[in-house]
């Protein structure tokens, strides 16, 4: 091999992956799977209450982290394929097919759920014909008039308002990646110029988030625009960078964002103390009570900005490294981190459903209970019917789905 090949081998060990499987992020799926569950257990007991104004309260209250951390994942899992086309004019990804797939992806189990939770909690509700065609579809958020309390849904689906969020950044993608990709283009065929346009197209995106939420704020109906897509478009955008910064750096292996996507994947161990730095800053009150509860203009901004550092920082040195760090694939690579990644998208479909179930057999009102012993049943649980979800639905569709 020639001096010259041997370079080119090296650097294409240290460029990050862009294609097959990372056992890391599967870690992180299921770090955020789990981080809302603890979130939502916690509050269900009452642990996360006004009355509580402790320092594990309140770091607990922040559980819902784990949002924009799916938000950023999927931005960068999805984007990616697009900010390829763009940055070196390969074919685009078929928008049809890529549809069918998330589809597959999304709505067969969730449609389980939808008829469980009716069944059950909702039977008072089942003959409204309009009220299901609003559920199976995830559209039920865009519609103020319902039977049911505020605008998380009914219960059992409280924590769906955030599908319904990744569902309309799914449907907009295309769009969304055709408009960035036009406007690379116009840097002519230069990679570097084109990955400038892109970010810079990104974050123009991502500053929609915060213009909305003063829209928001000054809106009759702020608590309904408050489930929109357009509110977390910041934190799509981080994953959306990320994207572009791995294929960026594929497209120019000796360019500068090879080089700052070396140094992020090297870096893993500060970038997660940073994280955790500024996720002790967002559990104060400077972002509210709550990314629910609107307290001000102000307190929402800084929800919006600190929680996607917190994904940005926690994401990027798993997404850019060629190759993860021992250490790194011990924490969120190894074997039981991947396989609660492979079922999380059941353990959030169910949490809710088991989490109530639990508490009716063990006889404690709502808001009452004790945490420590509450979150490790209620997690068992949740895994062992996120598996069966996983295995009898979500697995046998995904096959149907190749053929």
Known sequence: MSTVQLEQSTQARSLPIVSGHQDALDGVRATAAFAVLLFHVASGTGYISDTRK???????????????????????LLYLPWARTALDDRPAPRTGRYLWKRALRLLPAYWVLVALTQFTYGRAHVGD???????????????????????????GLGQIWSLTVEAAFYLTLPLTAAALAAYARRGGDDPDARGRRLLTGIGFYAAISLAYTVVMFHSSQGALLGMWLP?????????????????????VPAG?????????????????????????????????????????????????????????????PVALAAQAHPAMTAILGNRVMRFLGKISYGVFLWQF???????????????????????????????????????????PVRKLGLR
Not at 57 to 67: C, D, I, T
Not at 231 to 251: H, N, Q, T
Not at 359 to 377: A, K, M, Q, R
């Open 231 to 251: 509110r977390y478009f910041a934190w799509f955008a981080v994953g959306m960078a990320l994207a572009v910064l791995s294929a960026w750096a594929r497209a």
């Open 353 to 395: 459903v088991v989490m109530f179930t639990w508490f009716d057999v063990s006889g404690h009102p709502p808001f009452t209970g004790n945490l420590l012993v509450d979150f490790p049943i209620t997690a068992l649980l949740t895994v062992g019917v996120a598996t069966v979800s996983y295995y009898l639905v979500e697995e």
């Open 129 to 155: 014909l309009w009220g299901w065609v609003k559920l199976l579809t995830l559209t039920y958020s865009y519609d103020p008039h319902n039977w049911w309390l505020g605008f998380l849904g009914p219960k």
């Open 54 to 76: 402790d320092a594990l309260a309140w770091l607990l209250s922040r559980g819902e982290m784990g949002v924009p951390i799916f938000f950023t994942l999927s931005g960068l």
């Open 256 to 316: 500068s964002a090879a080089r700052f996507c070396r140094t992020v994947g090297q870096s893993w161990g500060a970038c997660w103390l940073i994280a955790a730095l500024i996720y002790c800053v967002a559990s104060t009150p400077v972002t509210g009570k709550s990314r629910l509860v609107a307290d001000s203009i102000w307190t929402s901004q800084f929800n919006i900005l600190l929680y996607g550092l917190v994904a940005a920082f926690f994401v990027a």
